[in-house]
Every structure is written in C-alpha cells, then in structure tokens.
C-alpha cells in the first residue's frame, strides 16, 4: 500500500494537463511574459469571479497584504487587528510596514473571536485583518459593524479562501481589500509564486498598479517609490486554466469534508465546525486531538502523513520576540496550536484512501 500524503498538487496538474500544456506553450511562444494580456484577462476573470470590481495581480500573497498596509496609510505607531493563531504571512504583512499587529484570540470556528476585537482597540488602531482560514470566512458582520463604529479599515485574507462565501458574498469583497496567495497549493493554486488584491475602489486599485511596477504608470516615469510585484504572464495564463475548473475542484474538496465529517468517530477528535453564514472551500480539514502528537504519530505509522498549521503562534515566533510576548499571553492560540491537525486533502483523493485515513483515525 502506498503511503497517503496529506496533499497532492500534481493529481490537479495531471487531470487537466493537455490545457495547462496548451497555455504554457503559447504563453511561452507569445514572446511577452510580464504584464500583458493573460495577466489582463485573469484580473477581469478572478474579480468578477469574487465579485470585486478590479484586481490587481501581484507577486505573492505576501505582497499582497503588505503593499496593501503600504498602500492605506497604515505603518509605524499604527495597530492593526489580527487573530493570535494566524499564518506569519498575515503578521509581516502588517510589521513590513512598521505596523504594531494586536492579537486577538481565535473562536472555536478557527477563526478571530469577533466579540474580542472591541477590547483590543485604541487610539492606535487603525485597521483589522480579517485572516479566513482554513477555507472559511470569519463573522463578517460583527467585523464591519466594528470597523464601521471605530473607523477602521478592514483588509481580508482570502489567501486560503478562494471562492467561500460569508452570507451571499465571496471571501474579499467585504472589506476595502482583499487579499489572495495563489502560492501553489491553495485552492486556484498558480505553478510558482503569486498573487493578487481586489478592491472596489477604483483610487485603490490604480495604486496597485502603480505600486507594483516601480511607482510608475508611464515606462521610466516614476511617480512613487514601488516595488517589483507582478503576476507574470505565464501564472496568470495557468491560473485562468485553474480558475475555470475551481467551482469543480471546490465541490470536491466539499465531498470530501463531508465524508470525514460524517464517518469519523473517536471521542478525541473534535471535528472543524462551519460557522452559521459562512460555508467553507476546505482548504484544509483541521480537527483538534488533545493527544495530537500521538494522533499524527500513530498516523504516520500507518503510512498516512498529516501537516500542522500551524505549530508555533506568531507572538512566541523568535522574528517575534521584539514584541515582548511571553508562553501564556494567548492560550487560546497556543492550545491550538498543540492541537490542530489537516488530514490529507486534496482534489483527486480515493475514496479508499479516504477510507484509510478515516478507519485509521477510529481505531486510534
Ligand atoms: C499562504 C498564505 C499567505 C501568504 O501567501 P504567499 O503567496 O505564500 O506569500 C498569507 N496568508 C495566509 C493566510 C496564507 O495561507
């Protein structure tokens, strides 16, 4: 029996490879490789897919949120809002910028605990990130009715929520940015690095594009100093081939969840919940095991490997240590973080292998 790893891009690669080949090849043959018309083409294509006016496809989701921090005002002596079990991405995206990231407990959806945000604001405070993850939108609307009452910006990270609805809209059209990695393995994953924001500011998203490119809208007019953060050609073209089947992919992965929701059963396992409003893409299916070490151990004895996301909190990161935090200021973040555990899942998985894992699980 071959062993079950927990994710597998080159199956996603390989059912629709003919087109992935096609677009390569005539991206490749084109003769113009950054900013041009696949770049173009998938902007239109992923904002009207989200539902934004515009996108701006940039290098990483990294970029994304940073620039967008860069882009709104927001550095030193400013707080921006952020939960305390996020993905480093979504800290250096504030502290880039000199930005002071304020953490904020998660609730049991894995997400920030909206009812805790009030608490941590000051007069310093100028934003919230709004970090969706694992698949699922946080409780959007006590978010923007708090940033409504304090005048905070609200920036979205949608890196892993990718087509997920709060309500009747997509992850990153709620706030005034949202901000997505099409780092390979989340759900329209490029072949390499990427990224992208979209806004339905019209002022904001021309920033973008200036930012982007050197602060220049006009070649060697440099009206800003920017970065080099372009979505190349060949990405773009990949990713609009990606876009076109994630609807697919999506419902997918949403069976798959469904089954391990449904079939595993061990009292030590606590099963990912979708909170009431949202509906999850599944970019991981995250349960909790107290004995979680054991668990993924055990697991990995019967041939079935799992990922932890993510095993240290930001606040007690060495990159971190500047901020002053001590073992014991987020319990709640570190708890999670000795108890997450993404079981394999990934477009393609059998259902017997999904078996495996399953039986595997209820035996231990
Ligand atoms: C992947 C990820 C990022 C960073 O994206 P990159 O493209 O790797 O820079 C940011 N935030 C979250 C929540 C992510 O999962």
Known sequence: ????????????????????????????????????????SFEDKWASYIGSKYCIGLASGLDALWISFKILGIGSGDEVIVCSNAYIACVMGITMNGGTPVFVEPDR?????????????????????????????????????????????????????????????????????????????????????????????????????????????????????GANSRLDEIQAGLLSVKLSHLD???AERVRIAGRYSKEIDNPCVKLPEVRPGADSSWHQYVIHCERRDELKDYLAKHDIDTLIHYPIPPHLQEAYRYLGYKKGDFPIAEKYADEVLSLPMYNGMTDEDQQTVIEAINRF
């Open 1 to 40: 029996m071959s062993r079950i790893k927990a994710n597998r891009m080159d199956l996603t690669f390989e059912r629709y490879q003919a087109e992935f080949e096609q677009k390569a090849l005539d991206v490749l043959r084109s003769g113009w490789y950054i900013l041009g018309h696949e770049l173009e």
């Open 109 to 225: 959806y894995d997400n920030i605990d909206a009812d805790k945000i009030e608490e941590k604001i000051t007069g310093k405070t100028k934003a919230i990130l709004a970090v969706h993850l694992y698949g699922q939108c946080c409780d959007m609307d006590k978010i923007l009715k708090i940033a409504r009452i304090h005048k905070l910006r609200v920036v979205e990270d949608c890196a892993q929520s990718h087509g997920n609805h709060w309500k009747n809209k997509k992850a990153g059209t709620y706030g005034d940015i949202g901000c997505f990695s099409f780092y390979p393995s989340k759900g329209c994953g490029a072949f390499g690095d990427g990224g992208a924001v979209v806004t339905d500011n019209a002022e904001l998203a021309d920033k973008f594009r200036i930012f982007r490119n050197y602060g220049s809208e006009k070649r060697y007019h440099n009206m800003i100093v």
């Open 248 to 250: 697919k992919l999506n």
